[in-house]
């Protein structure tokens, strides 16, 4: 193992499953070396580092192309950035209605699909690689850098889609249109009408949550199985697994952000669909 203190594959998972985690309460870092108390002040500051940095890579990244392309500067890049756009609208354009237009589901999507697959991207960096910069240059060694494998980023990312689902439901039927559809949707008689109530309600936060929790699900799960590689096989032999396990992998760090995104396209969708 490169990392100090490690010395059983046991306590080199144990080490990798750890974030760097800030207290809020008392404005320190945690020791994970120390029993804590765990509570809803604990900011895990990798996940938020590292999703705030891979965006602003994204928004920086996509700026220069634009800035190019106002320029008339054509290269291959660009070719590559217009044919991802052309291929989000694409999508959009099958799952929207035809006669409704919106500035933001364009924006909105194409953002979900590119930061989604950065953050999955972290995924096949060496685990290792990070925790060792780490801890040579500031001792610390707890750290994880994929953000997607967080729940708390996931489901951070799908809750504003239901504040989204929640707002274009409103903005198009109206609050008593809304209200309506809750009560009246699927059986629209006054005797199902509670049981109505708690049939969308459920329908309706359960979008979100198996939005949030697929993509955590297979993040951390491609990420456990790196993990394991490394804590139970010596670093000369570890290749043999892992080579084909990241080619595979990058095909679910691509599938995991194109749901995502269809899936938000589509809940969308529903929300602003009168009928």
């Avoid at 955590?216 to 491609?222: K, R, V």
Wanted: proline share 4%.
């Amino acid at each position: 193992m490169i990392l100090e203190k490690i010395l059983n594959p046991q306590q080199y998972i144990n080490h990798h499953l750890h974030h760097l985690q800030f207290n809020l309460l008392n404005f320190n870092f945690i020791n994970t070396n120390i029993n804590y108390k765990k509570n809803f002040f604990i900011l895990n500051i990798d996940s938020f580092f590292f999703s705030f940095f891979l965006g602003f890579i994204f928004l920086f990244f996509f700026y220069k192309i634009s800035k190019n392309s106002l320029n008339n500067k054509i290269n291959k890049l660009q070719i590559f950035i217009e044919m991802i756009i052309e291929f989000v609208n694409n999508n959009i354009k099958e799952i929207f209605p035809n006669n409704y237009k919106n500035n933001l589901i364009g924006p909105l999507s194409l953002t979900i699909f590119i930061w989604i697959f950065l953050m999955n991207c972290m995924d096949l960096i060496p685990i290792d690689l990070f925790p060792l910069l780490m801890k040579y240059f500031f001792n610390i060694s707890n750290i994880r850098i994929v953000p997607s494998a967080d729940i708390n980023i996931t489901l951070s990312m799908s809750l504003s889609i239901l504040i989204l689902i929640i707002f274009y439901s409103i903005k198009i039927k109206t609050f008593k249109g809304f209200l309506k559809e809750i009560f009246t949707h699927p059986f629209n008689y006054p005797i199902f009408y509670i049981f109505n109530f708690f049939l969308e309600i459920i329908n309706l936060f359960s979008k979100p949550i198996s939005l949030g929790l697929r993509l955590f699900g297979n993040i951390y799960s491609g990420e456990m199985i790196f993990i394991l590689i490394n804590s139970f096989l010596p670093w000369w032999l570890q290749w043999v697994l892992i080579v084909p396990w990241a080619i595979f992998h990058i095909l679910i760090i691509v599938l995991q952000a194109f749901i995502f995104m269809v899936l938000t396209i589509v809940y969308l969708s529903m929300a602003i669909n009168k009928n």
